[in-house]
Every structure is written in structure tokens, then in C-alpha cells.
């Protein structure tokens, strides 16, 4: 399985943009570029994903390098609420697992 | 009504006991998935299953057994629990009908072995 590298952790102030860096140097065609994030004391929930064409939605946008090996999750404007752990993670369409392989990701504080 | 519901939230048991959690989901989703979650961690699979006769193994199933009582209900058990399963465990759902699996998880049920 393709891994991801995330920086450990970020800051952001409130209000303002926050981009989420992902390396996935040996990602492989089939793989897709999911987000995930984990509020304080909840259970992960989807965000977004993506296979080359960058990806918007009511949560974030997703910018996908041309080669693939990289992609950034933003948040236009963060809020207190946006303060969690943000898992980036490779997986491919009908998967015949399912499975999603959890690095530790990166915890985003966000100041007021 | 949450969407994906775990029993017992909190657990405190003893070194030897038999533990089971449960988890329950209204999505009508085949396949779930049971997660362990350890501090500074990301979640490592357990058990996944895509329908009630299928089950299978992740990364971690050693100590852990699973059952699939109907669609909508996937339980863990730990044999006999030992201290290193403590941890928190999350349970998931997905719909597999577009093609995509994105996961719909539970709130969590946090483990003690003393």
C-alpha cells in the first residue's frame, strides 16, 4: 500500500485560509486521495477526495498536483471548530478490502 | 438518532475477562469495519465485514474475534483482555454502491484493562 507524509502538526488563525500538505510519492493510478478528520473525542468523518482534478465541497477543496505525488486540503476559512487531527489516505475505487490505512496525520490548532 | 451507535461508550474490565462491544448502524450499509485507536495514533483495522457472511481480518486481529449478527450489527469481543488492548475502538460503515467506500464511523468506546 501506497503512504502518505503529513507534517506532525499546524497553526492557523481564525478566519483565515489553512492548507493541509500530503506527500504521496509511490501513489499508484488507481489510488484516490481521501481526507479525513477527528474532532477532539469523535470518530473520523469524511472531508473530500479526489483522483487528479482539483475537488471542491461544502467542507474544503482539494488541490491535486499534476504528478500526483502531492496534494493540499484547504480550508478557506478556518474556525475553532476546524481544530482536529486531519488524516490524508490513499485509496482505490472498489477496493476489494475497503480498508483505509490511518497514518497519524496532522493535529491543526486554530487560534482565535 | 446517531447513525452509527456504539455500546458501552466507557469500559472498564479486568486482565482475563471477556469483553464485548457492540455496534449498530441505521444507514442499511453491508460493509462495517472495526478500528482500535491507541493515544498519539492513527486507527489500525481490526475486523472488516461485507455482509453477514463474510468477515475478515485486518491488521490487528490477534486477541479479537468478531460476529455479524444481521446488516445492521457487527460486534467485537476480546476473549480475554489484557492490558495492551486498551485503547479506544471505533466502528465504521460504508456503502460500497457508487464504488466508493467512505467511512461512516461510530462515537467510540473507550476500553480499560486493569
Known amino acids: 500500500d501506497a503512504k502518505t507524509t503529513q507534517p506532525n502538526s499546524m497553526e492557523s488563525n481564525e478566519e483565515e485560509p489553512v492548507h493541509l500538505p500530503c506527500n504521496h510519492s509511490t501513489i499508484s493510478g488507481t489510488d484516490y486521495i481521501h481526507w479525513y478528520r477527528q474532532l477532539p473525542s469523535q470518530g473520523p468523518e469524511y472531508v473530500i477526495h479526489g483522483l487528479t482534478s482539483n475537488v471542491n465541497n461544502r467542507m474544503a477543496s482539494l488541490a491535486i498536483a499534476e504528478d500526483r505525488k502531492s496534494s493540499t486540503l484547504i480550508l478557506h476559512r478556518a474556525t475553532l471548530r476546524d481544530a482536529a487531527v486531519y488524516y490524508c489516505i490513499l485509496a482505490k475505487r472498489s477496493s476489494n478490502t475497503g480498508k483505509l490505512i490511518f497514518g497519524q496525520g496532522t493535529t491543526l490548532q486554530v487560534k482565535p | 438518532d446517531a447513525d452509527v451507535t456504539q455500546t458501552p461508550r466507557n469500559r472498564i474490565t479486568k486482565t482475563g475477562k471477556r469483553i464485548m462491544l457492540e455496534c449498530s448502524q441505521t444507514k442499511g450499509h453491508d460493509r462495517m469495519y472495526w478500528y482500535r485507536q491507541d493515544p498519539g495514533l492513527g486507527l489500525r483495522l481490526i475486523y472488516y465485514?461485507?455482509?453477514?457472511?463474510?468477515?475478515n481480518k485486518g491488521e490487528i486481529s490477534d486477541g479479537y474475534s468478531v460476529s455479524r449478527q444481521a446488516q445492521a450489527k457487527f460486534s467485537l469481543s476480546l476473549e480475554s483482555a489484557i492490558p495492551n488492548q486498551t485503547a479506544l475502538y471505533f466502528c465504521?460503515?460504508?456503502?460500497?454502491?457508487?464504488?466508493?467506500?467512505?467511512?461512516?464511523f461510530g462515537p467510540g468506546t473507550r476500553l480499560t484493562v486493569l
Open positions: 465504521a460503515t460504508s456503502d460500497f454502491s457508487q464504488g466508493w467506500d467512505t467511512q461512516y
Open positions: 465485514s461485507f455482509d453477514v457472511k463474510d468477515i
